[in-house]
């Protein structure tokens, strides 16, 4: 593709290939070529055009200062040549000096080089996801679910915190330190608008909490999300859009995956209640089959997506932040709406953890590279920091029980028998085991 821009008595033109969509591209580790063609107009002989990189991390430009001498009518041509690092959006500045100073920017787009083990880890993603909704759906005993939707209180309190809590919470950390960096803080918002995930599920069930309100959370959040997600990302993620085509919220895109989705959950339903046979197959083979699939997908995630690593520490703050604040928030509001403690642990895993997994899938698809890869570098973040601070709670939550609990529960009843005794109370009846012939046959007696 061919530039020409006429400057201060001087035309130039650039040259290269690779720029048909409106940008330079070159790949990871690889070098893009321009050449120059300066041609003097008027009587002038020294020019001098620099050339400058706006991030030296993403791309380098060599050479970055050119002193030219050119002759009266003539054409003087040079390359230059743009070195790709990593992955990224950034400008190149094209400054021309002569008698006055002009300039005008490119954009170059340096992309990840194309692997098999980022092919394979892309679709390995989308695989778990679709057995875990399968997984999910086979779990589901809707008799149970409804009894939890007619009183939906505590279903209730998870949608408030995750369709409304968690997006706004999403926009105020983008906007209060992911400002700068565009692609990160519409990942951020992504994330913030999707639904519960597996991850959640299988941490309320290592805490001894409502296994079952997570199940029905998730499930239902899923459903909530088609028209949610949309809608708190036409809210939110315009502002750091900022007339970006690559950025704009593909939400067409959006909802026919959200709707897939939804899918392998109804397959899962109808198995479980239709197929018995295939549901006990299934649920025999889906735990083992997910921790191959788990495994696998970090043994190919890892170093597929080391780019995810490179982030600023603002990312890795914001991506702690998340789901931390998240839960405490979805923990205070259950408190507050006076649940009990397994209930509100169960919301406040609900909210803090999203289905990043989606998140990644949704957009690696959805989005154009490399922005695609700029964009899913929360979610990929965010499920790590989830898995450590997660971690972290069950460890922190067995030693509790291993070491603590049983003390704390004999200086409880130490205290009741004390305070019993002060006052003269009688003590609490003991617990035994109710013989239920012995009822049924003092009750044939008294008949």
């Not at 875990?132 to 779990?139: A, L, R």
């Amino acid at each position: 593709m061919a530039l020409t821009v006429p400057v201060d008595g001087y035309t130039l033109e650039a040259t290269y290939e690779g720029m048909d969509e409106g940008f330079l591209k070159t790949f990871e580790k690889f070098t893009k070529t321009i050449t120059f063609h300066v041609k003097q107009d008027q009587a002038r002989h020294n020019i001098t055009i620099e050339l400058k990189s706006s991030d030296q991390h993403v791309f380098t430009v060599e050479p970055d200062v050119i002193s030219l001498y050119v002759l009266p009518s003539d054409t003087v041509s040079f390359n230059a040549t743009i070195i790709g690092l990593s992955v990224g959006v950034e400008i190149l500045t094209i400054k021309i000096i002569s008698s006055e100073s002009n300039e005008f920017e490119e954009v170059v787009k340096v992309l990840r080089t194309p692997t098999i083990l980022n092919f394979i880890f892309t679709y390995f993603l989308l695989i778990w996801l679709l057995i875990s909704y399968v997984s999910m759906g086979t779990k589901l005993d809707l008799k149970v679910i409804w009894g939890h939707l007619r009183r939906p209180v505590g279903v209730s309190i998870g949608m408030l915190c995750q369709f409304i809590v968690m997006p706004l919470l999403a926009f105020c950390l983008a906007n209060a330190i992911l400002s700068d960096n565009r692609q990160s803080a519409v990942g951020l918002l992504v994330e913030g608008s999707c639904p519960g995930g597996w991850f959640s599920n299988i941490f309320t069930l290592l805490l001894d909490c409502d296994f079952i309100l997570s199940l029905t959370m998730t499930f239902c959040s899923t459903i909530a999300a088609l028209a949610f997600m949309p809608l708190n990302l036409f809210i939110y993620a315009e502002r750091f859009v900022d007339g970006d085509e690559a950025l704009k919220t593909p939400f067409k895109e959006m909802i026919q995956q959200f709707a897939l989705m939804v899918a392998p959950a109804l397959v899962g339903i109808f198995i479980r209640y239709k197929l018995s046979k295939v549901k006990n197959v299934c649920l025999c083979l889906l735990k083992p089959f997910a921790y191959v699939l788990i495994f696998v997908s970090t043994g190919l995630g890892v170093p597929s997506n080391l780019y995810v690593f490179q982030g600023s520490w603002q990312i890795w703050l914001v991506c702690f932040l998340y789901p931390l604040v998240g839960g405490l928030l979805g923990f205070g509001i259950s408190k507050i709406t006076r649940r009990e403690r397994e209930q509100a642990i169960t919301i406040a895993l609900e909210t803090g953890i999203q289905n990043s997994v989606l998140a990644t899938t949704v957009i690696r698809f959805a989005y154009p590279q490399p922005e695609a890869d700029l964009v899913s570098r929360m979610p990929l973040l965010i499920t790590i920091t989830t898995l450590i601070e997660g971690c972290t709670l069950v460890l922190g939550y067995l030693v509790y029980v291993k070491f603590f609990q049983n003390k704390y529960k004999a200086v409880n009843e130490d205290d009741t028998a004390k305070v019993n005794e002060e006052t003269g109370a009688p003590p609490p009846p003991e617990n035994k085991d109710v013989d239920l012939s012995d009822i049924n046959a003092s009750s044939a007696t008294e008949a």
